[in-house]
């Protein structure tokens, strides 16, 4: 308990009391197992995003839109496994095609002939910029060669980025840029990457194309999430893509679209519901039907710079992943995108408004300011003055509120991101919103909100 408590005081964070001593009491297993293995694994979390207040609930098993913990507690998931479970867990269809194709093998070391290229027929068949598709295995690699594919094509070296975005943990993504804002540099990443960096301002478009314009003869590559998920599910407008596209295109630079988030908003992704194509796009999260998957995709030009047998024999770009298109990742993942129709993904955004909207409901009838954000199946919630549509206006939300209004909903049973961000699978119903929407406001009233 102690531990649990200063990492809330360490944060600023003031927890309810009420809220506080129901979650222990509904958690002790969870607790318990944590603190055991704490020792052996920082923050006891193996790999994934471990953020929770007071201490996260320890999950261990999936069907359909419900998750159950340690404790026998059962939540509604709105997390999704970290933005993976499209399908919702233990989706029959995926199950079988992994099935099968464990009893033929999962690993070999040659090029697929089968799996790989229906993979790859299907996201070039959905996703209007793909001309050429690589697989690898998790988002932040995809980024990694997608910008590494954009300088070589390019000859230039400095990469943009949005102030507020997040494209995994290489030390580029991490950093923030001296162009625009405070340099930020984590820890253990030499300085010297700030040097290659410029960061653009999120949803403005003259203030985005103005630093472009005055950085164009270095700039290879600008990488844009056109949903910003780790920074509060904040959907770029039309406007401000349709911009990007143009002044990147006159100015020689490679625009990447980070699809690993959007990519399940629409068919055919982010880019196919604002009608801009990008010159690349990185996938990953639920194109692996729950295992891990990722590829960079993108025109023909550009893709074929990994191809020796167009450079007489010596590819410009060298990628390799050695788990990268394994192939109970390709069964699982051609299995989840077939299920995802069009129809599943209307069917998805519909659940999604009807939250967005019933959150916005709540801020005007009870005169505060709460308000939603997102797109398709991503909402975010927020507490704030201002309407949140950039890094700015997410830094003037109000954390110690939602991060109670996380916890009285984890305590009514429903799981989700402890900074106010949520996901919908292709399970979850309009019921199910509307049964969150009324824990939403009963926990208004308890914590003293409205």
């Given at each position: ?65 419900r ?30 095609a992994?099935v ?63 102030q ?39 949803n ?29 599910m ?15 295109e006159?100015?020689?630079i ?17 880019q ?62 051609i ?50 003055p ?30 989700q ?12 119903t ?21």
């Amino acid at each position: 308990m102690t531990t649990a408590t200063g990492s809330a005081a360490a944060e600023g964070i003031a927890l309810d009391p009420g809220e506080e001593r129901r979650y222990r009491e509904r958690t002790p297993r969870s607790l318990e197992l944590l603190e055991r293995t704490k020792p052996l694994i920082p923050t006891g979390h193996g790999g994934g995003m471990w953020y929770q207040l007071p201490y996260p609930v320890l999950l261990e098993r999936g069907k359909g839109s419900r998750i159950w913990d340690v404790d026998g507690n059962e939540y509604l998931d709105l997390r999704l496994g970290d933005w993976v479970m499209i399908l919702g867990h233990a989706n029959e269809p995926v199950r079988d095609a992994v099935v099968a194709q464990l009893e033929k093998g999962t690993q070999f070391g040659s090029p697929d002939w089968d799996l790989s290229y229906r993979m790859a027929s299907l996201l070039i068949e959905r996703m209007p910029s793909l001309e050429r598709v690589r697989f690898l295995v998790s988002g932040t690699e995809a980024n990694l060669l997608a910008l590494r594919l954009a300088r070589a094509h390019t000859g230039k070296t400095k990469l943009a980025k949005m102030q507020g975005s997040y494209h995994g943990h290489s030390d580029h993504m991490v950093t923030g840029s001296s162009t625009t804002a405070i340099a930020q540099v984590a820890a253990g990443i030499h300085r010297g990457v700030l040097e290659e960096l410029v960061e653009l301002p999120f949803n403005d478009p003259d203030g985005a194309e103005d630093v472009l314009e005055r950085n164009a003869a270095q700039v290879a590559a600008v990488i844009v999430e056109p949903v910003q998920g780790g920074a509060g599910m904040i959907p770029a407008t039309k406007e401000f893509l349709r911009r990007l596209r143009e002044v990147t295109e006159r100015l020689g630079i490679v625009l990447i679209f980070d699809e690993v988030v959007t990519f399940a908003i629409a068919y055919g992704g982010a880019q196919a519901w604002f009608g801009v194509t990008p010159d690349l796009t990185t996938m990953s999260k639920a194109i692996g039907g729950g295992l891990p998957l990722s590829a960079v995709g993108g025109r023909a030009e550009i893709m074929d710079l990994l191809d020796p047998d167009l450079h007489a024999g010596l590819a410009p770009v060298t990628s390799v992943s050695t788990f990268g298109g394994n192939l109970a990742s390709l069964a699982a993942g051609i299995a989840c995108l077939e299920q995802l129709t069009p129809e599943v993904h209307a069917r998805i955004q519909s659940v999604g408004d009807r939250a967005r909207n019933g959150i916005d409901e709540l801020g005007s009838s009870y005169d505060i300011p709460l308000h939603s954000s997102g797109l398709g199946h991503l909402f975010g919630m927020h507490w704030a003055p201002e309407r949140v549509v950039d890094y700015r206006t997410r830094m003037e939300v109000d954390r110690q509120k939602i991060v109670n209004l996380h916890l009285a909903l984890m305590n009514e049973g429903y799981y989700q991101m402890s900074l106010g961000y949520f996901l919908l699978s292709a399970e979850v119903t309009a019921d199910d919103i509307d049964g969150f929407l009324a824990a939403l406001d009963d926990a208004l009233r308890r914590l003293g909100y409205a």
